[in-house]
Nanobody
Framework: QVQLVESGGDLVQAGGSLRLSCEAS????????MAWYRRAPGKERELAAT???????VYADSVKGRFTISRDNAKNTTSLQMNSLKPEDTGVYYC?????????WGQGTQVTVSS
């Protein structure tokens, strides 16, 4: 049974920081590329950040320089450190595990950034 369990979503003030975490089970974690997607209210889903099994990272232009994705293969976890948060960062954030075109999704966690 594959499970991705997210935590860390909260209501924060603009300029503040949050750290999202995702714990995976039921997969060979080290083989998977991990990614964080987000969906702002009324907008299309966006790929915010990804980290390969080898540690290579890619960021959306909208978050580059402010967000950092990481992984800990010993703990089967991935994290998204979010700094200098803006109101437009508000949305539901989803953790995904990806391999050979197959993606597993977490339940999502709400991030709200107030003006």
């Amino acid at each position: 049974q594959v499970q991705l369990v997210e935590s860390g979503g909260d209501l924060v003030q603009a300029g503040g920081s949050l750290r999202l975490s995702c714990e995976a089970s039921g997969i060979n974690f080290s083989f998977y590329t991990m990614a964080w997607y987000r969906r702002a209210p009324g907008k299309e889903r966006e790929l915010a950040a990804t980290i390969s099994n080898g540690g290579n990272t890619v960021y959306a232009d909208s978050v580059k320089g402010r967000f950092t994705i990481s992984r800990d293969n010993a703990k089967n976890t991935t994290s998204l450190q979010m700094n200098s948060l803006k109101p437009e960062d508000t949305g539901v954030y989803y953790c995904t595990a990806n391999r050979w075109g197959r993606a597993y999704w977490g339940q999502g966690t709400q991030v709200t950034v107030s003006s």
